[in-house]
């Protein structure tokens, strides 16, 4: 790989949500990685962007907006990828707000059954960082699990306990597919299938594909490239963009290195045609 080859990873997490680097350690880490572009992918909030555009601005990094939504269509929970959308639209904000209150809700369910399963958690950092206008999600959950010493691992936790249908899970009110691509679509963006490879089926990647996505994230954390090029296909036959990232999360997730999956200048110019923050 050349030095000088410009790569842009469009899917990466901060503390603004269950990623454990700051916005600006983020920033400084994507520019030690040679990186060029960079789109920051914070569940179900922009908050990272303030602190990011002007250290990204200063170091010639080309930011573009993004975000990434949790949504669900009927049963299935399907992460949605926004880009290029205006990065302070009401529409977002708006949306944002609904997930705090969903997350909420949720997470004082999961802490119930938690608690009666014998594992008492404390709520009071999680309020904490909600005041800051944060959402919490199941990691933090996880790790204070980890802290507690009830799990040893994020995994374990995921896996025996708060995992999608384990018995201290709990749905909440989920916000669905459709509003959350009418949302994009209405700040001027564009939305993108997260990670097709969790959904496995292919009749449900159909369905979905039938609905006003403007493309697939088609290269993913460390998919190899005979994989991933399945989807690059599909995306091509169906006249979608294609877009590619880490999914970083810093020490949470150390197999997911920042810049382990990436787009070109090509594709990240088809994407980013309006709203860039640098
Ligand atoms: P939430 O946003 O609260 O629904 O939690 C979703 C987050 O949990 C995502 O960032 C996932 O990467 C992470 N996650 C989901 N399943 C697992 C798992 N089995 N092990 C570790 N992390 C997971
Ligand atoms: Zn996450
Ligand atoms: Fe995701
Ligand atoms: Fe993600």
Known sequence: MKHDEFRADLHCHTTCSDGTYTPSELIALAIEKGLKGLAITDHDNVNAYAEAIPLAKAAGLILGSGIE?????????????????????????QLSKKHIQRRKMRNGKILEKLAKHGMEIDPAPFEQKI?????????????????????????????????????????????????????????????????????KKKNVIERLLAKPFDGIECYYAKCTPDYEEKWVKLAESKNLLISGGSDFHGTIKPHLPLGCSWVGKERFDQIFERNRCT
């Open 131 to 199: 005041e800051a206008g944060h959402p919490v999600g199941r990691p933090h959950i996880a790790t204070a699990m980890m802290e507690k010493g009830y799990v040893s691992s994020q995994h374990e936790a995921f896996e025996h306990w708060i995992g999608d249908a384990k018995p201290c899970f709990d749905p909440g009110s989920p916000i669905s597919t459709d509003e959350t691509i009418d949302v994009i679509h209405e700040a001027g963006g564009k939305a993108f299938l997260a990670h097709p490879h969790f959904l």
């Open 69 to 93: 939504f949790s949504s669900y269509d009927k049963d299935l929970s399907v992460h949605i990828l926004g880009y290029d959308f205006a990065i302070d639209h009401n529409a977002i904000a």
